[in-house]
């Protein structure tokens, strides 16, 4: 199973309230701050809401 490499890439200044609760609950807090989550249906769902703000990579699974 893939990992998914998700990188910040635009500020939440000024995007509602549920795509900033989103990006928090994904751990991308700054810019161009990067996170790898496991690739499931949860963690799409949650990068569909903020595809506008970040960029995804897919990664070998350590």
């Known amino acids: 199973m893939a ?3 998700i990188t910040l890439k ?5 995007t ?3 795509q900033r609760a989103t990006a928090k609950a994904l751990g991308l807090t700054k810019l ?3 996170v790898i989550h496991k690739d499931n249906p949860q963690i ?3 990068i ?3 595809n506008h703000l970040v960029e995804v ?3 070998a699974e350590e």
Do not use: D, Q, W, Y
């Open 3 to 5: 990992a998914l490499k």
């Open 10 to 14: 635009r500020s939440l200044i000024g």
């Open 16 to 18: 509602r309230p549920k």
């Open 32 to 34: 161009h701050k990067s």
């Open 44 to 46: 799409r769902g949650m």
């Open 48 to 50: 569909a809401k903020i």
């Open 57 to 59: 990579e897919e990664v």
